[in-house]
């Protein structure tokens, strides 16, 4: 049997586990990688292409000129 002080550890040990699963499927919702240059960002500054279904770009830069020059040409050359 465990004593209190053994059973407060396996306890405290046991929710530590349980945030800490909630606290990585919470990361991973905030976060994503564009898909021209990897880099992983917050979703807020990403843009989404709205021609593709889960494409993400940086707002910055020029990956999303990018992806829609090599995705959708016809809709790169409207766009500029």
């Known amino acids: 049997m465990l004593n209190d002080a053994e059973l407060n550890e396996f306890q405290d040990h046991q929710t530590d586990d349980e945030w800490q699963d909630v606290t990585y499927h919470s990361t991973a ?10 880099t992983v960002r917050a979703k807020n500054s990403l843009a989404l ?11 910055e830069g020029v990956c999303s000129e990018r992806h829609r020059s090599t995705a959708h040409p016809t809709v790169a050359f409207w766009s500029w």
């Open 29 to 38: 919702d905030l976060l994503e990688a564009c898909s021209e240059c990897g």
């Open 49 to 59: 292409c709205p021609w593709c279904e889960d494409i993400y770009c940086c707002t």
